[in-house]
């Protein structure tokens, strides 16, 4: 079986080809192709399909190092068209289609790299989904072990909480992040993103992503923190803004008027191989 390792500000993949009709990996092949000391080591398997839409020229899955599938991985959808350009598949310069999961997403491909259109955030409760609430707020509160935490709630084709921080440097994120997670009030657990506003158009972000743990970039991670925070005024988000990970640094906007956020960043081929 036939790989390629690639990675998005460090937030790193095995991308498989599977549109000669090969099944999706099992859990426990996605946990040895995830693992780092006995495998090739990635935060997600990516999987590319036959196209599911007409103006698609190809479709990718998401699953976690644990197996379970994801709904969108932004940085992975970077991924996925730097390798359809390479393959052929997609034209070298400017505008195609892939189909993920959550959606049909444009991508705009020049001589910069590749900007992903990611949809429009979904606040509403049942859309996150988030349990036992009516309404979408900017901010929630959950008695997470023994105190009180704010944090804002959002969809970006999966389900995230967004915790803004003084610093977060000093956020025990292995701590809040399965805490969080664990919460009755995500009932498909939740990407936990903690995040410090730096200016209007600079945050800090750190992500604790369900099924993997901290990652050093999440690109669904970087959209969902910049809605919640455009949502309380907090950033400039249609001047656009700069998220910075441990792993490198993304720009996200907001368009004012389809009010859809489109994400862009660094892109890398690591090394081919095969799984024996």
Request: hydrophobic letters at 40%; charged letters at 20%; a negative charge.
């Amino acid at each position: 079986m036939r790989f390629s390792k690639m990675h998005g500000a460090g937030n790193d993949f095995v991308v498989l080809d599977l549109r000669g009709g090969r099944p999706a990996p099992a859990p426990d092949l996605c946990a040895h192709l995830a693992n780092r000391e006995v495998g090739v080591g990635c935060d997600q398997i990516l999987t590319i399909e036959p196209p599911r839409s007409a103006a698609a020229v190809a479709s990718y899955r998401i699953w976690n190092a644990d197996g379970s599938a994801s709904g969108q991985c932004g940085n992975g959808a970077r991924c996925i068209a730097a390798w359809l350009v390479r393959d052929g598949s997609a034209p070298r310069q400017g505008a195609f289609c892939i189909d993920s999961p959550a959606g049909t997403h444009p991508v705009q491909h020049d001589d910069d790299g590749f900007v992903i259109d990611m949809g429009r955030p979904q606040f509403e409760p049942a859309a996150i989904p988030l349990a036992g609430v009516a309404s979408a707020q900017a901010s929630y509160t959950l008695d997470i072990d023994g105190r009180p935490l704010d944090f804002g709630a959002v969809s970006m084709g999966n389900p995230h909480a967004v915790i803004e921080v003084e610093d977060v440097r000093r956020t025990d994120l292995e701590r809040l992040g399965p805490l969080l997670q664990a919460s009755a009030s995500f009932p498909q657990s939740c990407n936990v993103g903690v995040a410090q506003v730096m200016a209007p158009d600079c945050i800090r972000l750190r992500v604790y992503e369900r099924g993997v743990g901290e990652t050093l970039a999440c690109g669904s991670g970087a959209c969902a923190a910049v809605a919640v925070l455009a949502q309380r005024g907090r950033v400039d988000a249609e001047g656009g803004v700069a998220v910075k990970l441990p792993g490198g640094t993304l720009y996200v906007r907001i368009d004012a008027d389809s009010g859809n956020i489109y994400m862009g960043g660094p892109t890398a081929f690591v090394f081919e191989g095969e799984w024996l």
